[in-house]
């Protein structure tokens, strides 16, 4: 397993303006940025990005425009993906950014993931969607409630499960 980030695009002036942001940055700085490299080696892919006006973070999505290379040699069909997502308030699009994300996914040729309501921690409306968990943080980097780290678990959990069952077929067909 390996944790990554992308990389910040803003400038530090703005991170160090925004109490919580720099926090943020300071807190993750040991974590390692994700490279193409990453995407290539693994088998599964889990894909988290705060919302932003509906899309995945810039961040994220400029990340995401790098593995160009490994979608024309055909090195990400076949990988399992799964993403969620967190907004500031409710409504804040969080379908619609999982549902972009999803829209690279198909055009790699991967595997979607999604948590669906295939787990009864699915049915509280605080945990998302079908397509993906997320979470309500009403400006508060710290409010995450035990029901979406619950839905996280489970998502990533189903995910982990499809791809070592995608794995053990792909072996023994070859």
């Known amino acids: 397993m390996r944790l990554r980030r992308a990389a910040e695009l803003a400038p530090a002036a703005a991170v160090e303006s925004n109490p919580d942001w720099a926090r943020h940055a300071s807190a993750t700085v040991e974590v390692p940025e994700a490279s193409v490299a990453d995407v290539e080696w ?34 990400l069909v076949n990988k399992v993906v799964s993403s969620f997502t967190s907004t500031s308030a409710c409504h804040g699009g969080q379908e619609s950014t ?14 979607i993931v999604p948590p669906g309501f295939a787990d009864p921690v699915q049915l509280d409306p605080a945990n998302g969607n079908p397509y993906g968990a997320s979470s309500i943080s009403d400006n508060n980097p710290d409010n ?7 839905a996280v678990e489970f998502q990533a959990r189903r995910a982990v499960e499809t791809a070592a069952a995608l794995l053990r077929g792909l072996t023994t067909t070859a």
């Open 42 to 75: 693994a088998d599964l892919i889990l894909f988290g990005t705060p919302t932003r006006f509906g899309l995945p973070a810039a961040q994220l999505k400029q990340f995401i425009d790098t593995t160009g290379g490994l979608w024309a040699e055909g090195k």
């Open 98 to 111: 999982l549902l972009a994300l999803n829209n690279t996914f198909y055009h790699w040729g991967s595997i």
């Open 144 to 150: 995450v409630a035990e029901a979406n780290l619950a």
